[in-house]
């Protein structure tokens, strides 16, 4: 595969080096939360306590912080499948999002969604979306509703919408940076390029395999940055955000990373060869971040072992208390179909006869 | 015969019908290096090459409209489409163009495709990930839809399909794919359009499809057991609709549940009971009900599923339903 890490087009970090170790340390703990919260939930679906698809963030730690630390409180999140880490990171319980992928009533949405449907209101995380590109026309429906009720300025709301690289190959994508070039809406489209879609690699799946000039069509401004790296890719999308915010400027943010998995938890990745499993275990982004800390005199082994134990701790504390949740009852089947009430909704059951001689008769 | 699964059925007959004709080709998302999402292109890259074996990238209207294309031209793609979910964002190639194209153009233009798609919930995917969408395919003139419910007839529909001369949807079960059975050797070619008798009995007659299928023979086995006798037809094509082998079996035993994976309204089991109902009203002995999957965005959450999702009990209670109201006595 060709070397992308440095691109012609990569970014290059605006302030390396002008973070206080206390931010930077936030951010490592965050990318531990992260990683071992997935660990965990691999475990846990090996032992069935988790069904259906799971899709885990490991190797994309340092793209959540990062991009998440760029986002403020009253910016608005749409992102993908893969979306614990950023679930984590916008702010979840830890508990109630393991409760989700549990299936139990206290999950971030009751149980109906798991894996990968987080979301929170209140948080501006508006859903993991499992249809491939689904979710980029509404992202960038709530970039239009951003427009139309407010004005562009530097405290303006954005929206941050996530995608793989393999989802740019999709209609939805494509009309979608249409639109919001030519509204010029308040958005920020995110490619996590981890360099597969499933088992396709990017370059037998784009004819454009520099993801982030495919907005070219549509004015739509590109950068590249490497995904490894929580600090450069948070002040790229720092940059990206204010362009979004003050200018009302749709982009196009790339990050490179690595998948370090399969595709999803069930995938052994037997398609990957020895010398790209290679590749992408040594560009893990945890170690690697926690190093450059180590160096920078930012972190000692002491700090960051307890950091370590202490995640393991809330992880452990998650699961618990998924696992001491209760079940939704089937009683509650029909709870969350329609928000207004409305006549005739159908309540059957299996099996029920879907109308008795009485109701008729009454 | 041997005996086969249902996932090694399909890959024995796409292997075969590539090797027969030069003009068949496979395409769709995975199907190549990653042998497919559910691995039933498995080994067909290799043995057939990447011009046989096309992987796309993820834009399924677009390689759904590729295939539609060449087979105006009389190449004769089979395309998979990872589930029946994702032919929604296809469905404008499907409906619009592949299913009208013959009649819009006054018959000048064939289109030899075939779209296989795995539909079906009970594997905890939520509620985007779960749908049986297949009647919304069925309801259209101009498409096929043929939905196997075993290994045998999974290879010999599958032939036919690829043969056929008309876009044909052949819907797969994602709870069906390790299901095994007797596969007769040889070439096997289905009938498009005939319904078959899975089982015969005299009692009542069960009319389901795909996966309700083997639901069905499962639950007619049980009440066997307590002398109660079930026939089960399996429709095999939903459309066409064999409507003379279901009405025949219903002039037999006077009594006919539906047992379907879709949602009730405007079901299978809709069009099945008013046919039952216009055409052999006379020999009915009871109303014809439906057991069909509760009408929400189906749930994560396994309790949830599972009380969404029609299963042998419920088929059970409503067969025994059936028969106390026609005073059926043994
Ligand atoms: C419309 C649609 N087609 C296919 C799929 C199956 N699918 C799920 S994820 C995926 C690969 C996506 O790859 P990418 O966009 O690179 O994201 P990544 O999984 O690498 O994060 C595919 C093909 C789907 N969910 N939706
Ligand atoms: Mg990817």
Redesign the pocket.
Known sequence: MADTRRPAGARRTAKQGGDSAETLRGYYEQMVLVREFELRASEMYARAKIGG?C?LNLG?EATVVGLLAALRDTDYLFT???DHGYALVRGMEPGAVMAELFGKTTGVVGGRGGSMHMFDADLRMLGGY?????QIPPATGAAFAIDYRSKAGKNAEAVMCL??????N?GAFHESLNLAGLWKLPIVYVI???????G?P?ELASAEPDLYKRGSAYRIPGVRVDGDDPVAVRDAAIAALDKARADRQPSILETMSF?LKG?SVVDPARYRSKEDNEEAQANDPVPAFRNRLLKAGALDEKTADGIHDAIEKRVTDAVDFADASPDPSPSELFDAVYATPVANESRAYPGDPVTTVESVAS | MTELTYRQALNDTLRAELTRDENVYLIG??IGVFEG?YKITAGLLKEFGPKRVVDTP?S?EGFTGVAIGSAMLGLRPVVE???L??SL?AIDQIVNHAAKMYGMFGGRVKVPLVIRTPGGGGQQLAAT?SQNLEVWYAHIPGLKVVAPSNPADAKALLTAAIRDDDPVLFLENLGLYNTKGDVPDGEQVAEIGRAAIAREGTDLTVVSYSRGVVTALEVAEQLAGEGISIEVVDLRSLRPLDRVTFCESVKKTSRAVVFEDDMLSYGVGAEISATIGEAVFDWLDAPVRRVAAAEVPLPYAKPLELAAMPDAAALTKVIRETLAASGYRK
């Open positions: 698809y899709h994309e993908t499948y893969r499992g249809i491939v590109g689904g995608m793989g690289d393999a989802t740019t999709i996590v390029n981890n360099r597969l879609g499933m396709t990017v998948r595709h | 998302e995975e999402s993820i399924e489409i990872m589930t979910n994702f964002i990930h």
